[in-house]
Nanobody
Framework: QVQLVESGGGLVQPGGSLRLSCVAS????????MNWYRQAPGKQRELVAV???????NYADSVKGRFTISRDNIRNTVFLQMNSLKPEDTSVYYC?????????WGQGTQVTVSS
């Protein structure tokens, strides 16, 4: 069965960095667009970053210039490098894999930005 497992979250001070990873199994990874979403308490889930099968990337305005999404199709892994973190980046971050009629989610990893 398909599994997406996120890691790399934690507590970081404002201005700090974290690198999230999401390892996929049970699917042909290179055929999926990979997304990172986040959801803060009481807020709707927000699309943060996208990387297509052709490695085209797109970002939410709130993270442009600070976050970088990348993928490794050999290790079936998508990354989210997060720099210059702000308290408003505090959320649970979710990995998502999508293809025609298929949509898979990880369990999420908590990122807390606080001094």
């Amino acid at each position: 069965q398909v599994q997406l497992v996120e890691s790399g979250g934690g507590l970081v001070q404002p201005g700090g960095s974290l690198r999230l990873s999401c390892v996929a199994s049970g699917l042909i990874f290179s055929r999926y667009t990979m997304n990172w979403y986040r959801q803060a308490p009481g807020k709707q889930r927000e699309l943060v970053a996208v990387i297509t099968t052709g490695r085209v990337t797109n970002y939410a305005d709130s993270v442009k210039g600070r976050f970088t999404i990348s993928r490794d199709n050999i290790r079936n892994t998508v990354f989210l490098q997060m720099n210059s973190l702000k308290p408003e980046d505090t959320s649970v971050y979710y990995c998502n894999a999508i293809a025609t009629s298929e949509d898979y989610w990880g369990q999420g990893t908590q990122v807390t930005v606080s001094s």
